[in-house]
């Protein structure tokens, strides 16, 4: 009896560790299988653009980003073909720093790629949707012209890549730390004015006139930060300057407009009093004149 009630006590406890078992391994199974449909999603990015050289932090949003017991190592930002290593991890986003644009040598300064999500789970690789990324080449700068000028005078910045600005972007003219909204006119030219800069005047250079101050000219742009800065010396030429010759000049204008007429009121006497001197010492030439125009009558 005793045999069979230890056999019995056998076998069901086998039983029962079997049983336990595969109920761990469909719970595991079951695990796997639900992370396996957890498909991230990809709702938007930010920004959707960068320079091709690299370097911008991008935002993903949307969901369906994070697992249990998967690291952070195991999520990469993939740009096209290029695989980076992820920032951050929170549920619904996602940090990565994008890479070099594997399209740099194009002609084209501006390439759009796909950008996804990629986890490496236990199981298997999963890959988010894609959203596009936009790489652009920096602002080049050339020349610009003229190189010397007062307030108001417009100057135009020549160079290559000058991207139309969207929608609270901007490209400004500095002038020493005087600023001045330029406007875009095509892609290889801006155009601004020259603002008020006499209070920050700096020292003169050789470059320019006596009456002249050399200022630092630079560009700035708001659209890809930082990617488009030049500094050139720009001659300037004080307003306040220019509005005293030009008081001078209406005094001589003035002054000389009195002294012609003066002569002429002048000239106008001396022709009066002439007349009246001859007339003083002839003057019987009158009647004489009157005699004879009476004479054809009578006869």
Known sequence: VSTQSTGLTFILSMTFLHFTFAFVCFLTFLSFVEESYSVPLVSSISPTYGLNSGGTLVTVFGS???YDSVSISAYSCVF???SVPIESLGDNLVTCISPESPFLNEDDPVVSVELFLQILLPTENITSDAVFFDYYAPPLYVSFSPQSGEPTTVITIFGTN???PVEGSFYTCVFD???????WETPQSLSCEVPELASLLSSRQE???DDES???LSVQESFLDTAFTFSESFCYSS???????SDDDDDDKKRNTALIASVSVLLV?????YIYVVRKENPSDKPKEMDEMKTPLNN
């Open 64 to 66: 369906n980003f994070t």
């Open 80 to 82: 096209d073909t290029v």
């Open 162 to 164: 000058f991207y139309e």
């Open 177 to 183: 730390t005087v600023s001045s909204i330029a406007t």
């Open 207 to 209: 470059a320019c006139d």
């Open 214 to 216: 050399a200022v630092t």
């Open 239 to 245: 307003a306040e300057d220019g509005s005293d010759d």
């Open 269 to 273: 006497l001396i022709a009066l009093l």
